[in-house]
């Protein structure tokens, strides 16, 4: 079982950027591949990215793509999102999510795949 806490998350203007980090606890953290989502206010959680377990597969949703890296270190047991050129838009609870069921390549963008998650953190981006 892993535990995952999110941090990093605030009041920023439309441009600027913000590093979300997500630290987990807890044994082979090394095993899971991990995800970003978000849920803006009054809408679905939806996927943001992904990593493999051994980061070297990435993928992302189309409404972050070139703007938003993902990325880990293993040996820190956190996982991050590089968050540049925020929108007014990306403005939602973001929450990482851990998956103990994929090999070491694969990621996955689906909620239900995901058995673990942080509890989120804010982030609010002005116009």
């Known amino acids: 079982q892993v535990q995952l806490v999110e941090s990093g998350g605030g009041l920023v203007q439309a441009g600027g950027s913000l590093r979300l980090s997500c630290a987990a606890s807890?044994?082979?953290?090394?095993?899971?591949?991990m995800g970003w989502f978000l849920r803006a206010p009054g809408k679905e959680r939806e996927f943001v990215a992904a990593?493999?377990?051994?980061?070297?597969?990435?993928t992302y949703a189309d409404s972050v793509k070139g703007r938003f890296t993902v990325s880990r270190d293993n040996a820190k047991n956190t996982v991050y999102l590089q968050m540049n050129s925020l929108k007014p838009e990306d403005t939602a609870v973001y929450y990482c999510?851990?998956?103990?069921?994929?090999?070491?390549?694969?990621?996955?963008?689906?909620?239900?795949?995901?058995?673990?998650w942080g509890q989120g953190t804010q982030v609010t981006v002005s116009s």
């Open positions: 990593i493999s377990r051994n980061g070297g597969r990435t």
């Open positions: 999510a851990a998956d103990s069921r994929l090999s070491v390549l694969s990621v996955t963008t689906s909620v239900g795949e995901y058995n673990y």
């Open positions: 807890g044994r082979t953290y090394g095993s899971y591949a």
